[in-house]
């Protein structure tokens, strides 16, 4: 059932292009029955499979002079991304219910970058997770340079280039360890249990982790981020924040440290005190932590504070996955689902609640309009994700980030003071956007009285159905960590293992 989230996707999208344009109604409705379904058969196999084995959904010859299968599966890591992205898909429908130029168009290309990003975490042939991978490239670009704003065009194409140029790193990577397997197949699986040579994992491995890390916001790769963020409409900052940056964290893990866990492995020597990858990789991650933090602390539009907000955070992604350890990785993955629904509802909050209505992110306009009495349910639901977000206990936020910090403390004690000091950071970012924001004082008191309509029944829906998750993870992790915690101990990550991981 799992491969028709694809395949109702791209049929969603399909049919979207057919109807005739200045449609309005039957989009919404099309795209939110598409994206139901798909957030359905992802919880019903979520709740189906608790082992978090590896299970093959289809497994069909594509192209057998190549070796190439048609080859989709699932296990504890991707059922769990899988989940996260038909609840996003689903918030991300409801929180568009007023898009209403080009309609059709608008959720087609939604709709399309959905079933790419299922694609992607289905994928257990190389071949097969690059096509979804570049599939979901396109959407985002015409989302944004069509409906998005503040220099949407430059936005897009500087999104699309970073894309481009870290699928070529990947698709070198990929064809690279296609040859040296043999030409013979391209799956995952059996790649995984492949004795690499270590020369070859020490220059592989970078080049795929950094053509994967710049999706994933790795710094300094990441300045594509917060600019997409900023420029595109609501729905696909919740997605590019959601899922599409987890598409790269996951390539990391999946494809990088899966294939090439050798390329961890200490150098034997020292470049400006650094002897291998892992060191690497960890201090930029952490460098992305706090930098991500200090640059939405002093932001003055509210959007941009979220943006920089989702690249500090993903860096605790992967600072937990270089941690090496199992408490670290368990951390990384649960850090994905995690920031996935609070991003995604932040951006709903910023995007929709308050831009739509006031037209205006300026942090200095805002918070003379008193937006907690004006739109209460905005100003709630930002108080609620912005505390999950940095760590308030019963949110998921809390449980990701201090499994991410007892591994980092494990494999680098010294970086944990660092990635301490961001997330003091993050605390305070939050609170100034909060304060300035929804409880500033008004210029007068009749100021926006009866100007911004009540927060629709949709945005409601959507931010409950956001919040539920965090909270639900938050309070019983196992709920995700059953399944997370045996798809790392599977065969395929054996490698990994066998370098060290404890």
Not at 74 to 84: N, W, Y
Not at 181 to 191: E, I, N, S, Y
Not at 262 to 282: I, K, Q, T
């Amino acid at each position: 059932m799992l491969a028709w989230t694809i395949y109702i996707s791209f049929g969603g999208a399909l049919l979207l292009m057919l109807l005739p344009k200045g449609s309005v109604r039957a989009p919404r409705i099309i795209a939110l029955l598409a994206a139901l379904a798909g957030l359905a058969i992802a919880v019903a196999e979520f709740v189906k499979r608790p082992s978090g084995e590896l299970v093959t959904v289809v497994q069909v010859s594509w192209m057998r002079s190549l070796g190439l299968e048609y080859h989709l599966a699932a296990d504890g890591i991707s059922l769990t991304l899988v989940l996260l992205t038909g609840i996003v898909a689903v918030a991300g429908v409801l929180f568009s219910w007023n898009i209403e130029r080009r309609a059709n168009e608008f959720f087609a290309f939604y709709l399309a970058l959905i079933g790419g990003v299922y694609g992607v975490f289905l994928s257990f042939d190389l071949l097969l997770l690059f096509v979804f991978y570049e599939i979901a490239i396109v959407p985002k670009y015409f989302l944004i340079a069509i409906w998005g704003s503040t220099r949407r065009e430059y936005a897009a194409m500087k999104l699309a280039l970073y894309s481009f140029v870290g699928s070529a790193m990947v698709l070198i990577g990929l064809i690279a360890a296609y040859v040296v397997a043999g030409a013979r197949t391209m799956d995952l699986v059996q790649l995984s249990q492949f004795p690499f040579p270590v020369h070859f994992q020490m220059w592989a491995f970078p080049l795929v982790f950094v053509g994967f890390g710049i999706l994933a916001g790795l710094w300094p790769f990441h300045t594509w981020a917060p600019t997409g963020h900023v420029a595109a409409p609501t729905a696909a900052s919740m997605l590019l924040a959601g899922v599409v940056m987890k598409l790269g964290a996951y390539g990391c893990l999946r494809v990088a440290m899966m294939l090439f866990p050798r390329g961890l492995d200490p150098w034997g020597f020292h470049v400006l005190g650094f002897g291998s990858w892992r060191e690497v990789f960890a201090l930029l991650a952490l460098i992305g932590i706090v930098y991500g933090a200090m640059v939405a602390l002093v932001q003055k539009d509210f959007k941009f504070v979220v943006g920089y907000s989702s690249v500090s955070h993903m860096g605790f992604v992967l600072l937990g996955l270089m941690t090496l350890q199992q408490i670290g990785l368990d951390g990384a993955v649960l850090q994905m689902f995690s920031h996935g629904v609070l991003a995604g509802l932040l951006f709903a909050v910023v995007g929709r609640m308050v831009y739509d209505r006031t037209h205006t992110r300026d942090l200095a306009a805002l918070s003379k309009m008193h937006l907690g009495k004006v739109l209460p349910f905005a100003a709630a639901t930002f108080v609620l994700a912005g505390m999950a977000s940095i760590g308030l206990p019963g949110f998921s936020g809390f449980v990701a980030e201090l499994q991410v910090l007892i591994g980092t403390w494990r494999a680098f004690p010294w970086f944990v003071v660092i990635a301490g000091v961001g997330i003091v950071i993050g605390i305070a970012y939050t609170w100034r956007a909060m304060q300035m924001a929804f409880f500033g004082a008004p210029s007068n008191s009749s100021v926006g009285a009866a100007t911004y309509p009540a927060i629709s029944i949709p945005e409601r829906i959507g931010a409950v159905l956001l919040l539920g998750a965090s909270i639900a993870v938050g309070l019983y992790p196992q709920l995700l960590l059953r399944v997370i915690i045996p798809a790392l101990h599977s065969p395929m990550f054996d490698g990994l293992w066998k370098g060290g991981v404890r």
